[in-house]
């Protein structure tokens, strides 16, 4: 079974930072390509970053681009999202996938404002 457990959200204000990890669990995480969704208040799930198994390919939408950087580490079954330059309208619950798997995390709540 698969988990996956988000961390690292918050509030900060804009133009700050912060890096989300999710450490995932119940698959080989060296063979998964991973990603990172949000969920703003009113809004369907978008997707906002993706890596491949062994981290060499990236996607970011196009908001997040050059402020958000997606990482992992196979050593430690973890995928990051570092966020910088954060505007209100990155304001959402950030979720992790496994993107060939159905689970979902429970997210974590990133606020910015002032």
């Known amino acids: 079974q698969v988990q996956l457990v988000e961390s690292g959200g918050g509030l900060v204000q804009p133009g700050g930072s912060l890096r989300l990890s999710c450490a995932a669990s119940g698959i080989i995480f060296s063979r998964e390509s991973m990603a990172w969704f949000r969920r703003a208040p009113g809004k369907q799930r978008e997707l906002v970053a993706t890596v491949t198994a062994n981290g060499n390919d990236k996607y970011y939408t196009d908001s997040v681009k050059g402020r958000f950087t997606i990482s992992r580490d196979n050593a430690k079954n973890t995928v990051y999202l570092q966020m910088n330059s954060l505007k209100p309208e990155d304001t959402a619950v950030y979720y992790c996938?496994?993107?060939?798997?159905?689970?979902w995390g429970q997210g974590t709540q990133v606020t910015v404002s002032s």
């Open positions: 996938k496994a993107i060939l798997w159905a689970s």
